[in-house]
């Protein structure tokens, strides 16, 4: 099992840039895939990123493409989303999931329902 607590959140202006934590304690990190959420009042929660065991792999959501980038590091038990240029849109609560994965496995999802542990989110919020 594995426990996850995201850090980072704040206040910022559009086209600032903010940098979210995931710290994990636990199991060992570096079985499991990452991936980071967001979800926004009134909205689903939707995919922002995923990142392999390894962290040799990464994927994005069309909105997170060419502004977001997806890190880890194993020896730290730790994760990060670089958020660049931010926009409104961006608003929303942001969430570190994590699922544990062989490596023979499919390395990430879109889905929530792939994902077993997840930490309590931490606020971002973007004015225009």
């Known amino acids: 099992q594995v426990q996850l607590v995201e850090s980072g959140g704040g206040l910022v202006q559009a086209g600032a840039s903010l940098t979210l934590s995931c710290a994990a304690s636990?199991?060992?990190?570096?079985?499991?895939?990452l991936a980071w959420f967001r979800q926004a009042p009134g909205k689903e929660r939707e995919f922002v990123a995923a990142?392999?065991?390894?962290?040799?792999?990464?994927y994005y959501a069309d909105s997170a493409k060419g502004r977001f980038t997806i890190s880890r590091d194993n020896s730290k038990n730790a994760a990060w989303l670089q958020m660049n240029s931010l926009k409104p849109e961006d608003t929303a609560s942001y969430y570190c999931?994590?699922?544990?994965?062989?490596?023979?496995?499919?390395?990430?999802?879109?889905?929530?329902?792939?994902?077993?542990?997840w930490g309590q989110g931490t606020q971002v919020t973007v004015s225009s």
């Open positions: 636990g199991r060992t990190f570096s079985i499991y895939a």
């Open positions: 990142i392999s065991r390894t962290g040799g792999r990464s």
């Open positions: 999931a994590a699922r544990q994965i062989a490596f023979s496995d499919t390395w990430y999802s879109t889905r929530t329902n792939w994902y077993d542990y």
